[in-house]
């Protein structure tokens, strides 16, 4: 920006005052007994790009590398702000800014051209002692920002983006003649602070400064000055980092539909010493061209071409850059006994992960803690989501095997889109804190490290190293750490790799090696121990456990029953156990879960050990399983589905009492199944015009005062019969229809539920007003067509015809007049047109002219339609009738022409048919609907 430029900006400048900080140097800290400089490279030597990269130097300087560029994100109209201060050196530097017109994406690389486009820039003084134009004056001024922006900091140069496109800009800083500044120096304070918004009311927006390959410098006595010092070894010191320097990463989810969504973690080195140090990111580590054990490693010299994330100075935009999705991972470690003639045990790890990832499973062989010479470290990378499974042979590193019982540590830990972080130079390190910050919560990573390829005797100063050689299987951070005294030391001139996962997960296991195993069958054993075997199909049951456990009742190990009945219990140590089979799900180390068998589902035995025989006693437990350093087979149990069939039959002594005669009733039930059935009861259905005497039962209790009549029978064995016999006095000459049903209380359904039902017919003798001769009836389509006759009549009056669906509640459903006095056979008929749908019961009452009355017998018809609902009568007029074989499953609404809802249902009707009172509605259309789950009907009715 020109002078001119800038005095016209100024003029047009409004202070807004806001909690906003710059985005640079600040963020690191303010502290001035701490140094986070940026270094700008030269030509020369160690301290030179070949070595320490081309952050900010200008893009014609021979051995140029355009992906170590410092950016800045900037949105379409938005102003960036910017100040660098060149730390106590002589001469002016050149800062200028570019951009690629031929691209819009994060890191582009054009260095000649339209793909290199100037776009502002400012000669910087050192000499503006008080911060001038572009130059911070001290960390406090770098961290507050641009005044433009924040109010107060210091007077940023600035630019804007109007390129048409949002983009991101590069930085170059030179001498004078825009050539690289040979000694290199150090830049000890600045800010990039991108800001939406116009001049009095912008709006910083953090997370768009960024760079693959970062240039620092500390530990220097003088700012402007190269000589490395280190004051404290293993201690934070004037010269060191400040307790903020670090960087956030993003990483790619390329496994997701989003275009840019990403995992974000924050990586700091808190007090820590570099003399010049470069950082970077990527997906390998120092190296990318051989395994991922190897690539990982930590290695002699520099690797400043493996960069490729980028490293924010605070979380990246979200706008921009935004959250993905979390990943899963489900790991099931399993230990067995190796197949004879193989000795010893061995383990699978079974992972499903839904991302690619690395896994790394550390088998502890003496439980402290650390990788050492007998331990083994198992190691697989998976480049696709899916189920997987890692091997170990039950051996150490030295190829011991391990014997049953031997406790281990087993930690595999679970590293999706590993993410590392190469150092190169770092002197003195005091730990490396990595802090997951989206998806998911704000917490510290679990880090991993081999530096097993590094020197660790022979050095200056001999601790140097303070962390373990390798941790593949992770630490909290912060750790991995090493000291210092001055330009020396276990890092030095080294790229030291520390990684962490952009999202883990993390099983840790600690027991004995016990890799004996029970295996066994259930079977659906329909004849139980009539064969004295337990045997049969296996079974196909889900959530079914077989459970092991030992004397205090706990949970040693389980193993889930597989769909045909095969089981198998791991992890089962030497001693003596039971074995149970549940539904019940068991928790390892807790009490043992009852003992519930599938529904309607009952034991039939259970036998250790193939042929024949069973263990005595029917209870799906096997008692006093002994291990002795050797797996069991054939632990079986039989189970089969619960098959009772509850008949009962009635019987009467006379079919023809007089009245007053005592007759008996004989009531049998029987189980005709293989099963028990438990909680049986009987109702007995006595109508009005017996009276009861006596009764005697071969088992249970009835209560004949009860309505109906009680039979509680209790437990019936498989083919037991039990009889009831009650005796009556006859009151009435009334025929009489007398019913019994029974039934279980247990809610297990019964093999055959249709023979529950029996009825006995008496036909009292009296003097009559009617000689009844025959009385029937059967099912013309939809009607019932009723036929009576009598013999002779005296003062007879009519007929009342009566309906019923379970013989105790009549509906009197019409009347036919009698033919009064006559010795001559009369016949009689009456059309029921609508009867109820499935079981009519029908029945005479003649009535005398003096009101005195008789009842025929009761004859059955079952009317079963063809449809499923039927509507009438159309056009209505006191009442609409609704009829269906299975109502109950339905809800109706009735509604007028506008839609409004007069009547409804929520459907459960215990009855076939349902009567709508209809009397006050007003003429005109209406419409019913009927819905149950899967159908709908829609009637349209008229009312006249």
């Known amino acids: 920006m020109g002078k001119a430029s800038l005095i016209l900006f100024l003029l047009f400048l409004v202070v807004k005052i806001d909690e906003s900080h710059a985005e640079g140097s600040g963020d690191w800290g303010t502290a001035t007994n701490r140094q986070s400089m940026l270094w700008v490279p030269g030509n020369q030597a160690v301290s030179g790009l070949t070595v320490r990269g081309s952050m900010m130097v200008p893009s014609g300087t021979p051995g140029y590398n355009a992906g170590h560029r410092l950016y800045v994100y900037v949105k379409q109209g938005e102003t960036v702000f910017w100040g660098f201060r060149r730390s106590g050196s002589t001469g002016n530097i050149r800062v200028r800014w570019f951009y690629d017109a031929t691209s819009s994406g994060f890191f582009p690389q054009g260095t000649t051209g339209t793909s290199?486009?100037?776009?502002?820039?400012?000669?910087?003084?050192?000499?503006?002692?008080?911060?001038?134009?572009?130059?911070?004056?001290?960390?406090?001024?770098?961290?507050?920002?641009?005044?433009?922006?924040?109010?107060?900091?210091?007077?940023?140069?600035?630019?804007?983006?109007?390129?048409?496109?949002?983009?991101?800009?590069?930085?170059?800083?030179?001498?004078?003649?825009?050539?690289?500044?040979?000694?290199?120096?150090?830049?000890?304070?600045?800010?990039?602070?991108?800001?939406?918004?116009?001049?009095?009311?912008?709006?910083?927006?953090?997370?768009?400064?960024?760079?693959?390959?970062?240039?620092?410098?500390?530990?220097?006595?003088?700012?402007?000055?190269?000589?490395?010092?280190?004051?404290?070894?293993?201690?934070?010191?004037?010269?060191?980092?400040?307790?903020?320097f670090g960087f956030y990463v993003p990483i790619d989810n390329t496994y997701t539909a989003a275009t840019n969504d990403y995992f974000v973690k924050r990586i700091k080195f808190d007090g820590s010493s570099g003399g010049w140090t470069n950082f970077f990111a990527n997906q390998d580590g120092p190296r990318n061209h051989l395994s991922f054990e190897e690539n990982r490693k930590s290695i002699a010299g520099t690797s400043s071409n493996n960069y490729q994330y980028p490293l924010f100075i605070n979380d990246p935009d979200p706008s921009i850059w935004a959250s993905t999705t979390p990943p899963s991972a489900v790991l099931d470690i399993i230990y067995s006994e190796k197949a004879a003639p193989a000795t010893g045990g061995e383990a699978n790890v079974n992972i499903n992960i839904s991302l690619p990832a690395i896994v790394d499973i550390l088998i502890d062989i003496n439980g402290n803690g650390e990788f050492d010479n007998t331990d083994v470290i198992l190691s697989a990378i998976y480049e696709s989501p899916g189920n997987y499974t890692i091997y170990w042979n039950g051996e150490d590193a030295n190829g011991v095997e391990l014997p049953s019982g031997g406790e281990v540590n087993f930690i595999a830990s679970v590293a999706f889109f590993p993410v590392h972080f190469p150092i190169?130079?770092?002197?003195?390190?005091?730990?490396?804190?990595?802090?997951?910050?989206?998806?998911?919560?704000?917490?510290?990573?679990?880090?991993?490290?081999?530096?097993?390829?590094?020197?660790?005797?022979?050095?200056?100063?001999?601790?140097?190293?303070?962390?373990?050689?390798?941790?593949?299987?992770?630490?909290?951070?912060?750790?991995?750490?090493?000291?210092?005294?001055?330009?020396?030391?276990?890092?030095?001139?080294?790229?030291?790799?520390?990684?962490?996962?952009?999202?883990?997960?993390?099983?840790?296991?600690?027991?004995?090696?016990?890799?004996?195993?029970?295996?066994?069958?259930?079977?659906?054993?329909?004849?139980?121990?009539?064969?004295?075997?337990?045997?049969?199909t296996g079974v196909n049951i889900p959530d079914f456990y077989a459970v092991l456990i030992d004397g205090a009742n706990n949970v040693v190990s389980f193993g889930t029953i597989q769909n045909d009945g095969t089981y198998v219990i791991n992890d089962v140590p030497n001693g003596t156990f039971s074995i149970m089979i549940t539904t019940q799900l068991p928790t390892i180390g807790q009490l043992a879960p009852d003992l519930v068998l599938p529904l309607y589902y009952e034991n039939t035995g259970e036998n250790l050990g193939?042929?024949?025989?069973?263990?005595?006693?029917?209870?799906?437990?096997?008692?006093?399983?002994?291990?002795?350093?050797?797996?069991?087979?054939?632990?079986?149990?039989?189970?089969?589905?619960?098959?009772?069939?509850?008949?009962?039959?009635?019987?009467?002594?006379?079919?023809?009492?007089?009245?007053?005669?005592?007759?008996?009733?004989?009531?049998?039930?029987?189980?005709?199944?293989?099963?028990?059935?438990?909680?049986?009861?009987l109702n007995e259905n006595m109508p009005v015009g017996y009276q009861y005497v006596s009764h005697v039962a071969s088992q249970g209790i009835y209560d004949p005062f009860s309505d109906p009549g009680l039979w509680n029978i209790g437990t019936l064995e498989s083919w037991q019969t039990v009889t009831l016999t009650i005796t009556v006095e006859v009151?009435?000459?009334?025929?009489?229809?007398?019913?019994?049903?029974?039934?279980?209380?247990?809610?297990?359904?019964?093999?055959?539920?249709?023979?529950?039902?029996?009825?006995?017919?008496?036909?009292?003798?009296?003097?009559?007003?009617?000689?009844?001769?025959?009385?029937?009836?059967?099912?013309?389509?939809?009607?019932?067509?009723?036929?009576?006759?009598?013999?002779?009549?005296?003062?007879?009056?009519?007929?009342?015809?009566?309906?019923?669906?379970?013989?105790?509640?009549?509906?009197?459903?019409?009347?036919?007049?009698?033919?009064?006095?006559?010795?001559?056979?009369?016949?009689?008929?009456?059309?029921?047109?609508?009867?109820?749908?499935?079981?009519?019961?029908?029945?005479?009452?003649?009535?005398?002219?003096?009101?005195?009355?008789?009842?025929?017998?009761?004859?059955?018809?079952?009317?079963?339609?063809?449809?499923?609902?039927?509507?009438?009568?159309?056009?209505?007029?006191?009442?609409?009738?609704?009829?269906?074989?299975?109502?109950?499953?339905?809800?109706?609404?009735l509604s007028d022409y506008s839609g409004r809802i007069l009547q409804n249902s929520s459907g459960n009707s215990p009855v076939n048919e349902v009567r709508l009172e209809t009397g006050k509605l007003h003429s005109g259309l209406y419409f019913l609907k009927l819905q149950n789950g899967t159908e709908t009907f829609i009637y349209k009715l008229k009312k006249n």
């Open 116 to 244: 290199r486009s100037f776009h502002g820039g400012y000669e910087i003084n050192p000499s503006d002692a008080g911060g001038g134009f572009g130059r911070p004056a001290d960390g406090l001024a770098a961290h507050t920002g641009p005044t433009q922006v924040t109010g107060t900091g210091y007077t940023g140069l600035s630019f804007i983006n109007d390129t048409g496109a949002d983009r991101a800009f590069w930085v170059e800083i030179s001498g004078t003649d825009d050539l690289i500044i040979p000694s290199g120096f150090n830049i000890n304070f600045w800010d990039i602070t991108a800001a939406s918004g116009t001049p009095g009311n912008y709006t910083e927006q953090k997370g768009r400064v960024y760079s693959r390959y970062w240039s620092t410098s500390n530990s220097r006595s003088n700012a402007a000055q190269n000589n490395l010092m280190i004051q404290n070894k293993g201690q934070a010191d004037a010269y060191s980092f400040h307790q903020d």
């Open 731 to 893: 009151l009435e000459s009334t025929d009489y229809f007398n019913s019994v049903v029974t039934y279980s209380a247990t809610g297990i359904p019964e093999t055959n539920d249709q023979n529950n039902y029996a009825d006995a017919d008496t036909e009292p003798i009296s003097a009559l007003p009617v000689d009844w001769l025959s009385f029937d009836g059967k099912l013309l389509q939809e009607s019932v067509h009723l036929h009576w006759s009598t013999a002779k009549e005296r003062y007879s009056d009519h007929f009342l015809i009566q309906r019923s669906q379970d013989i105790q509640m009549w509906v009197n459903i019409g009347e036919v007049q009698a033919h009064g006095f006559t010795d001559q056979v009369t016949n009689y008929e009456w059309l029921d047109t609508s009867p109820s749908i499935g079981v009519n019961y029908y029945r005479l009452t003649q009535f005398d002219l003096d009101s005195s009355y008789s009842k025929s017998k009761v004859i059955r018809v079952d009317f079963h339609p063809t449809w499923d609902v039927k509507v009438y009568p159309n056009p209505f007029m006191e009442y609409i009738f609704i009829k269906g074989k299975d109502l109950k499953l339905f809800s109706w609404t």
């Open 424 to 536: 190169f130079d770092l002197e003195q390190n005091l730990g490396i804190e990595v802090t997951n910050i989206r998806p998911g919560d704000v917490a510290n990573d679990f880090i991993f490290w081999d530096d097993s390829n590094i020197p660790r005797t022979g050095l200056t100063p001999s601790d140097s190293p303070q962390s373990i050689a390798v941790n593949v299987t992770g630490v909290e951070s912060p750790e991995h750490i090493w000291w210092a005294t001055g330009d020396n030391g276990f890092s030095n001139n080294i790229t030291i790799n520390t990684w962490t996962a952009s999202f883990y997960r993390v099983v840790q296991r600690t027991s004995g090696f016990t890799f004996l195993s029970i295996s066994g069958n259930v079977y659906e054993d329909l004849n139980a121990l009539t064969d004295n075997r337990v045997n049969g």
């Open 610 to 681: 193939s042929g024949e025989g069973s263990d005595g006693l029917a209870n799906s437990i096997l008692p006093n399983i002994v291990v002795n350093n050797a797996s069991l087979t054939d632990a079986n149990f039989g189970i089969r589905p619960i098959e009772y069939d509850l008949v009962v039959t009635k019987d009467v002594s006379a079919l023809k009492p007089n009245v007053g005669d005592e007759i008996n009733f004989t009531i049998t039930v029987s189980n005709q199944g293989y099963s028990i059935a438990r909680e049986v009861f």
